[in-house]
Nanobody
Framework: QVQLGESGGGLVQAGGSLRLSCAAS????????MGWFRRAPGKERDIVAA????????RYANSVKGRFTISRDNAKNTVYLQMNSLKPEDTAVYYC????????????????WGQGTQVTVSS
């Protein structure tokens, strides 16, 4: 069982940056693949980025590639999402999720979810 809690969301102007953090409970965090998802108003939840359990592999949605960076610190049981050059279309509730698989891109393979944190980008 893993419990996840996101932080770091807020209001930022277009072109600005935010860093989201997701703290996980449990002693086996380093065995979970982790992902960041987002749900924009009126849209379905989509994956933004994923990272393997070791941190050695990452993948990004095309819409954020080159602007967002996912990373993890297994000693701190935390995964991060650094978001730069933010755009109004990045406005969404951002969720972190954990998968028992080493690496997952599909939402269906994620087993545990945080409550989400709101990110609002003003133009």
């Amino acid at each position: 069982q893993v419990q996840l809690g996101e932080s770091g969301g807020g209001l930022v102007q277009a072109g600005g940056s935010l860093r989201l953090s997701c703290a996980a409970s449990g002693r086996t965090f380093s065995s979970y693949g982790m992902g960041w998802f987002r749900r924009a108003p009126g849209k379905e939840r989509d994956i933004v980025a994923a990272i393997s359990s070791s941190g050695g592999s990452t993948r990004y949605a095309n819409s954020v590639k080159g602007r967002f960076t996912i990373s993890r610190d297994n000693a701190k049981n935390t995964v991060y999402l650094q978001m730069n050059s933010l755009k109004p279309e990045d406005t969404a509730v951002y969720y972190c999720a954990a998968s028992v698989r080493v690496f997952s891109w599909s939402e269906g393979y994620y087993d545990y979810w945080g409550q989400g944190t709101q990110v609002t980008v003003s133009s």
